[in-house]
Each structure stands twice: as C-alpha cells, then as structure tokens.
C-alpha cells in the first residue's frame, strides 16, 4: 500500500519535496514511478524509479528540475521538486510495478497511493 504526501502551495520558483510511503517487506522489488493529473488533463508520466534505484527516467517537462530518489531502508521514494512552475500544478500520486521495465502508461501500475496536491502560484 503506498501513501503520498508533501504536496501544498507554493510560489513559481519554490521547491518541494514529495514523499510516498509504502508498507510491506516487498518495497525493495517495486518500481516506483509518479504521475500527476489536473481535471483538464489525463494522468501523465512525471518520473520513474527502479527497484534498486539504480536507473531513473524523466518526463521532458521536468528534466532538470526534479528527481526522484528512494531510501529501500525507509520504504520510501522522494520527488524533489525545484523551479516550480503554475504549469506543475496538479494532484501527483505514485505508483508501484513489479518490473523494472520503464513504462510511460498508468495501465502499467499496479498499486497507487491516494494522491498529494501541488498548486503554484504565479
């Protein structure tokens, strides 16, 4: 089961730092991946972990200003989020996949958490 957290608002150029919890001794076999969704838009890829953390992937629209990390030890996964921007808003969820395949598409997940909200203001 996964929980996400750390979203609130903030100002264009702030940063933030997500969170998503997982419980369960399996955490370490997951890869993780966050989406966000606005009500105009379909849930969208933003970032992409593997189970060992060893290789990430990056939507373009956030290259450069976030990164996702995880702490195995803490079943944990963060996304730092730097350079916000208002286009950035949107309610971000995590998602876990048994495979370390990099999938774009939301249909590849498995377990979602219930969703943190970002708003940025300009």
């Known amino acids: 089961q996964l929980q996400a957290s750390g979203g609130g608002l903030v100002q264009a150029g702030d940063s933030l730092i997500l969170s998503c919890a997982a419980s369960g001794r399996t955490f370490s076999s997951y890869a993780i991946a966050w989406f966000r969704q606005t009500p105009a838009r379909k849930r969208e890829f933003v970032a992409f972990?593997?189970?060992?953390?060893?290789?990430?992937n990056y939507a373009d629209s956030v290259k450069g200003r976030f990164t996702i990390s995880r702490d195995n030890a803490r079943n944990t996964v963060y996304l730092q989020m730097n350079s916000l921007k208002p286009e950035d808003t949107a309610v971000y969820y995590c998602a876990a996949r048994a495979s370390s395949v990099l999938v774009l598409s939301e249909s590849g997940y498995v377990d979602w958490g219930q969703g943190t909200q970002v708003t940025v203001s300009s």
């Open positions: 972990i593997t189970s060992n953390g060893d290789a990430t």
